[in-house]
């Protein structure tokens, strides 16, 4: 028996479509089966962070409505063979799904495949509602700033009413050299005012853009900060104790020197 | 030249972020809107100015947060409410009457 997992924060842009992307590469890699679910109906974008864009020919209304069989929706990754996506249709609204068949379309993945990852829909509306239906595990991203983290709490305690307990943190985009300098807020500030439990910790990366202009998810790349970050979290999803990633600087001579003689750091 | 920077730093802003943030989400998680809380504090005048002479200038009500027995975040309703003078007796108008 498989286990669901959503992916979920609120607001748009802080990153759930690329940590799906990433942990689903990353969990695939530790040779879990996988499926990955976009629950974005109407503004899909899963399919082309995997690269996979080219290969879609019947979506998640497809199966829901039962224009085709569950199997024929699902797109086998290039890379990985135990690796899929269900895409989400780009010309229907979310209205088009309700909660109870995202429930019964989980319950049949789970008892073939491992891990059902859901990139849930920006917002607090029906996406979000179908997003969560299935799911026995959420997930919230949030960047280090006041409105996502904002929308994470709201989020939380949707998630907490719905009998989500327990939603797990990933903080992404911390920028090590800002947090240095205290112009943004630390891992410990953003867990002390969320009162959740982290699971893990994404610097900002400039190899995640690359990466998504590629249509390789980074978390497939050795060298990429982002992508170890990613693979750190894969390991904490399946029981293994990985410390977070150390992302704090220390002032190099040079630094202090400059710091001494008033010269600004440049960012 | 930076130099007279290091006597004036400002406040980190993560800090400003962090109490804004803290502020905010007490009003979110009780779901008071800021319509409710000055209905209420219109209110809370009324009873007070049965009783005492109050500067309704100077009434400040807000919601924050403080640990109850059981070591749990609960919301708290905190007034401050600087009053002029005590009516005298025959002047206070209980609700009951």
């Known amino acids: 028996m498989g286990e669901v997992i959503v992916i979920t924060s609120g607001k748009g842009g802080v990153g759930k479509t690329t940590t799906s992307a990433n942990l689903g590469c990353a969990l695939a890699s530790c040779e879990k089966s996988v499926v990955l679910i976009d629950a974005d109906i109407g503004l899909r974008n899963l399919d082309v962070v995997m690269g996979l864009e080219n290969r879609i020919v019947y979506d998640l209304i497809d199966v829901i409505e039962g224009n085709c069989r569950l199997k024929q929706a699902l797109i086998k990754d290039k890379r990985y063979s135990n690796l899929y996506l269900l895409p989400a249709a780009q010309t229907k609204d979310k209205n088009a799904v309700t909660p109870e068949q995202m429930l019964k379309l989980c319950e049949s993945l789970k008892e073939e495949y491992d891990y059902i990852i859901i990139d849930c829909p920006a917002g607090i509306e029906q996406g979000f509602k179908n997003a969560i239906a299935g799911a026995d595990r959420a997930v919230v991203v949030t960047t280090p700033e006041v409105s996502a983290v904002r929308d994470a709490d709201r989020i939380i305690g949707l998630l907490e009413a719905s009998g989500l307990k327990n939603p797990l943190l990933i903080l992404n985009r911390i920028r090590p050299d800002m947090v240095k300098r205290g112009d943004m807020m630390t891992i410990e500030d953003v867990t002390e005012i969320l009162a959740v439990d982290i699971l893990g910790v994404v610097p900002d990366d400039e190899s995640i853009v690359i990466s998504t202009n590629r249509g390789e998810p980074a978390s497939m790349d050795k060298n990429s900060l982002a992508g170890q970050a990613y693979r750190n979290i894969c390991r904490r999803i399946l029981g293994d104790d990985v410390p977070l990633m150390d992302l704090t600087i220390s002032d190099g001579i040079f630094a202090k020197f400059k710091k001494l003689f008033g010269g600004k750091n440049k960012a | ?97």
């Open chain 2, 1 to 97: 030249m930076d130099f007279f920077g290091l006597f004036n730093r400002r406040a980190q802003s993560k800090n400003v972020a962090k109490d804004r943030l803290k502020l905010v989400l007490v009003h979110d998680r009780v779901n008071c809107s800021a319509d409710v809380l000055e209905m209420l504090k219109n209110d809370i005048l009324k009873v007070m100015a049965r009783y005492m002479d109050i500067d309704s200038e100077e009434l400040d009500v807000q919601i924050t947060q403080t640990m109850s027995d059981k070591n749990e975040k609960v919301p708290m309703l905190i007034a401050n409410i600087p009053f002029k003078n005590v009516k005298p007796p025959r002047a206070a108008r209980s609700l009951n009457e």
